[in-house]
């Protein structure tokens, strides 16, 4: 069952997304800024930690979850260290995912060659 809820959550942001990207303007920068930032929402709202309990990978695997880490490195950060821990919360939540992206991207640009 916990698949299936993984599968459609994902399947559904991603129908989201592809409805947004056919219909309107919107890049899929832009597209993916919009779900960073609902991510974030929600996390400020508590629905996400709902969304994870109930699909599980289904909601930490979307770049909605990038969201919701930064937003919840910066709620922790701040409650143990003041203003400053805004930024240090951001860092040390996220840096995991941050620097797969920038490694995996390097190691993609060795590996393929792009269209002109």
Sequence with gaps: MNLLRAFLLSGI???????????TKLTPGHVTSIFTVIGAFLGFTGLYDKLISFAGAGATTLISNFGYSLYKGAYLGFGEQGFIGLFAGILTKSSCAISAAVIF???FTLIFKPKD
Excluded at 13 to 23: P, S, T, V
Aim: with cysteine.
């Design 13 to 23: 942001a991603c129908f989201l997304a592809q409805i947004i990207l056919d219909n």
């Design 105 to 107: 991207s390097f190691i």
